[in-house]
């Protein structure tokens, strides 16, 4: 086991003096310092995010997505979000880590206007039917539980058809991210619309089969052709798995959004699991580089995260931070619990950052405290 003393010698211990003070100052005054003063924060002995771990609750928000409806319009708005803010995160618009979360609220027969830019988006549908969105003119027709995606620099403008309920849907987006490297761009479509396609769902048609993929067609983006995946067939996957193992002892049975034409994630930077967590199953604690949002899907449990306990249920959504332990559990009584997920392992992977850690009840943990 390492040691994590901050006054061993191998880390910064210069202690405060009245001429140390005066020489921080002119260095200061150059737009220098030194770096001793802030080495053990910027090199911390394993990941410590600000981000916190946070249950928004669906109950609490959902009258205050319905104030949004009525005090704001689609047009003036762009797009009607009650965004979610992680206290340690404020500025960033982060629901945790560089992700993005917030819930969008379409009334009956609106929709919003086209627009593209820099950072991806993906969507998890909570409630109403009617919900469609056309990506790069592709028209998705969403309902509860599907998930849908909007890559990086897609065209995209979103809609509700439906003639009495509003349609929420939950919005994931790496803007924290792409903003903290400075490569956002943003983009209105120069006819406000986009012309669809024919075909409804095209993109699921020619590349969901699951297992086949169409031959002749070759795709070189770095995302999913597929932007649609419906709940029904996720479902059955997971449920066609458990008939089969029990799963990850972290996770129960989980399964990710897979891109049909790589095999890997949906797009580079977010990725998104289902899983499926069996009836009275407790799980193991474990913790991994990356910062993870939930959105319940089915059923309520709880969560420890970092030793404090969230209560869940349908349609709440929660965070874990970069390196704080978790474990879920299924308090549904007989019946299944199932939790949506998306994360920053794609770019976490990308850039070899992964690292992952299970606990153990007598520590000797590589990195901890
Ligand atoms: O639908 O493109 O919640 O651009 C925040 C920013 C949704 C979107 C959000 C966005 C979108």
């Known amino acids: 086991m390492t040691s994590t003393e901050d006054g061993m010698i191998g880390r910064a211990r210069v202690q405060d003096t009245a001429e140390l003070t005066r020489f921080y100052d002119a260095l200061g005054e150059l737009n220098a310092g030194a770096l001793w003063t802030v080495a053990n924060d910027i090199e911390p002995w394993y990941p410590k995010p600000k981000s916190v771990p946070v249950l928004w609750s669906y109950r609490q928000l959902r009258p205050h997505l319905l104030d949004a409806a009525k005090l704001v319009s689609g047009d003036d708005a762009g797009r009607r979000v009650v965004m979610l803010v992680n206290p340690g995160r404020k500025e960033l618009s982060a629901a945790v880590g560089l992700l993005y979360s917030g819930l969008q609220i379409m009334n009956p027969g609106e929709k919003m206007t086209a627009h593209r830019h820099a950072a991806a988006a993906l969507r998890f549908v909570v409630e109403g039917q009617g919900a ?25 403008e979103h809609g509700n058809d439906s003639a009495d309920t509003p349609v929420i849907w939950q919005d994931g987006l790496d803007i924290p991210l792409v903003n903290t490297v400075d490569a956002n761009f943003y983009e209105v479509h120069p006819d406000l619309h986009q012309q669809p396609g024919k075909v409804i769902g095209a993109s699921l048609l020619e590349h969901g089969a699951g297992i086949l993929k169409p031959v002749g067609r070759s795709w070189q983006k770095r995302y999913s052709p597929l932007l649609a995946y419906p709940w029904e067939m996720t479902y059955e996957a997971l449920l066609n798995q458990a008939r089969v193992t029990g799963g990850s002892p972290y996770d129960g049975v989980i399964m990710e959004y897979v891109n049909p034409a790589t095999g890997g994630s949906v797009m580079p930077t977010m990725g998104a699991h289902m899983q499926l967590l069996a009836p009275g199953l407790a799980t193991t604690a474990h913790r991994h580089t990356g910062s993870v949002v939930y959105h319940v899907a089915k ?71």
């Open 299 to 369: 059923g309520r449990g709880h969560s420890i995260i970092n030793g404090n306990r969230f209560d869940w249920q349908e349609n709440d959504i929660f965070c874990v931070p970069s390196w704080a332990w978790h474990e879920h559990a299924n308090d549904s009584g007989s019946d299944d619990a199932c939790l949506f997920s998306f994360n920053d392992f794609p770019f976490i992977h990308t850039l070899d950052l992964y690292a992952e850690d299970a606990y153990t009840e007598n520590g000797g943990h590589q990195y901890s405290d």
């Open 132 to 156: 469609w969105t056309i990506v790069d003119g592709d028209r998705l027709e969403v309902g509860p539980r599907d998930f849908a995606i909007t890559p990086s620099g897609t065209w995209h």
